[in-house]
């Protein structure tokens, strides 16, 4: 029972803590002010909204060292957090104690980062890093969450347009997704690029699913999407994918073949990892394991390599920008080899009302006359490997595939009662297998349109192989053309 104490000509209350530590908190003038005091943080501990007096002065600092020390996340989130609270927070407000942060000074601090040439993103993210570190703190050592951003607060059009720009993500028809895999397999040099893109595109995985798909999981009709491969400091190891979304998911018969021929191949299937970190030995580091798609050398593919290198290149056209290093260039082919071409090696492109000057230099082939130099326009610029899990979420939306089937495809959880009482029956997978071979025939007709032949050979033979006669409409999505060298 908390009561008052009488210290000179002034009290303080006294109370027992959540721990059986008797507070204390002197300076009121009148016994009843204090006795109240002490009753209020009686009350507070029993609807868990106590703050410890002697906690709250604690630094950031100490704060942070403790609640990041009892964190049980996955590795890259671990790393993530530690860079954003090392090199943005703890520099500014380290030795600040925790009931000394103010809504003001986080904003300002925030404010300031942008200002000194940080993304906005790049703040951002320092912001959520330290509201999360400091969202453990409350009730317990602060009433409020200082770092926390309110909602409605901030420039108005800001919310508005973020919205717009999610709702707008790019995302592609199946004949954008056959000619972009295409693109990429002839960049790459190899099928196997070609099949791991419309694996992608055709099972709605994410990019790290697909990375960490062992060759056993890989069924006559089906997928287990058990496993998701990290990249961490150069690194790789496995764990299950995102919020634990480990599902089976049906595939349609035109991607079984593919993958039936790609794993009989003679490619690599068991990767090259062997060193490992000498720190970090709790994380389950990739140790040769076996795996569905690596490169030609046995390696896992890099995200940033691979979109920079191939994806990038083949669904916008052009190289993008590597720093001061190099500047955007397009993508230059011959034309004179199969459909979409033999790529070269990249040039700058050409500035109006100045002489094009052709690619020349070591080890650089000549551009004589035998060559038909032109360049790739975009197939769907701004695409990314993500994007084609948006694509495939609208494909099946359009095929009236029903809400609970999709979700499992997905890997979301369907929410509410919904979720409790509706089912995935075999006559809802039956569907999507069917809805999804009909949307490859009919990009492949549409692609076959453009040219018979490819030169990739697994594309080739699929080419080949379509029956005579009249053919489907494409699904959407203009055919990219070649342009000659005078208009590159």
Same mark, same amino acid.
Do not use: H
């Given at each position: 029972m908390g009561?008052? &104490?009488?210290?000179?000509?002034?009290?303080?209350?006294?109370?027992?803590?959540?721990?059986?530590?008797? &507070?204390?908190?002197?300076?009121? #003038?009148?016994?009843?002010?204090? %006795?109240?005091?002490?009753? *209020?943080? &009686?009350a507070a501990i029993r609807a868990n909204r106590y703050v410890d007096p002697r906690g709250a002065r604690m630094s950031l600092m100490d704060w !942070?060292?403790?609640?990041?020390?009892?964190? *049980?996340? %996955?590795? #890259?989130?671990?790393?993530?957090?530690?860079?954003?609270? &090392? !090199?943005?927070?703890?520099? +500014?407000? /380290?030795?600040?104690?925790? *009931?000394?942060?103010?809504?003001?000074?986080?904003? @300002? =601090?925030?404010?300031?980062?942008?200002?000194? /040439?940080?993304?906005? +993103?790049?703040?951002?993210?320092?912001?959520?890093?330290?509201?999360?570190?400091?969202?453990?703190?409350?009730?317990?050592?602060?009433?409020?969450?200082?770092?926390?951003?309110?909602?409605? @607060?901030? $420039?108005? /059009? $800001?919310?508005?347009?973020?919205?717009? %720009?999610? %709702?707008? +993500?790019? =995302?592609?028809?199946?004949?954008?997704?056959?000619l972009i895999a295409e693109r990429a397999a002839v960049i790459s040099g190899g099928d196997a690029t070609f099949t791991a893109a419309i694996t992608i595109a055709y099972t709605g995985c994410r990019w790290s699913e697909l990375l960490g798909l062992p060759p056993q999981l890989i069924h006559a009709d089906a997928i287990d999407l058990h496993w998701k491969l990290y990249e961490l400091n150069g690194n790789f190891y496995r764990g299950r994918p995102k919020d634990g979304s480990m599902r089976t998911i049906a595939t349609p018969p035109f991607l079984n073949e593919l993958l039936r021929r790609h794993l009989t191949s003679g490619v690599p299937l068991r990767c090259t990892c062997s060193s490992l970190p000498e720190q970090d030995g709790d994380i389950p580091w990739c140790r040769g394991d076996r795996y569905a798609f690596l490169t030609a050398q046995g390696t896992h593919y890099r995200r940033s390599n691979f979109s920079e290198r191939i994806f990038r290149p083949a669904a916008d056209g052009w190289y993008p920008q590597r720093g001061n290093r190099r500047p955007r260039m397009p993508v230059l082919v011959d034309c004179q080899a199969p459909w979409p071409g033999r790529p070269l090696p990249p040039w700058p492109a050409s500035v109006p009302d100045e002489v094009y000057a052709p690619p020349q230099g070591r080890g650089r082939p000549r551009i004589t006359d035998d060559v038909r130099l032109a360049s790739w326009l975009p197939v769907l610029a701004g695409l990314t490997p993500h994007g084609q899990r948006h694509g495939y979420q609208t494909w099946l939306d359009e095929a009236g595939i029903p809400y609970v089937a999709q979700s499992q495809q997905m890997g979301h959880q369907v929410p509410g009662m919904r979720g409790i009482y509706s089912h995935v029956t075999d006559r809802m997978l039956a569907d999507i297998r069917t809805a999804l071979e009909l949307l490859w025939m009919t990009s492949l007709q549409a692609r076959a349109a453009l040219s018979p032949t490819s030169s990739v050979p697994v594309l080739d033979a699929a080419l080949r192989a379509l029956p005579t006669g009249p053919r489907v409409p494409g699904l959407g999505g203009s055919a990219p053309t070649l342009l000659p060298n005078s208009d590159i």
């Open positions: 009561y008052a &104490e009488r210290r000179g000509n002034l009290y303080r209350a006294r109370w027992r803590g959540p721990d059986g530590t008797l &507070e204390s908190q002197p300076g009121f #003038t009148t016994k009843t002010a204090a %006795e109240k005091y002490a009753r *209020d943080q &009686e !942070v060292n403790t609640w990041y020390s009892a964190l *049980d996340l %996955e590795p #890259t989130t671990m790393t993530n957090y530690r860079y954003l609270l &090392e !090199v943005f927070v703890l520099p +500014k407000f /380290g030795d600040t104690p925790l *009931d000394s942060l103010t809504i003001e000074e986080v904003s @300002k =601090w925030e404010k300031g980062l942008i200002t000194a /040439g940080y993304a906005q +993103k790049t703040a951002s993210n320092a912001r959520g890093a330290l509201s999360t570190a400091l969202s453990d703190a409350v009730p317990r050592y602060i009433a409020v969450n200082p770092a926390a951003k309110k909602k409605g @607060k901030g $420039r108005k /059009g $800001r919310g508005r347009v973020e919205r717009i %720009e999610s %709702e707008s +993500k790019v =995302w592609p028809s199946p004949l954008q997704v056959l």
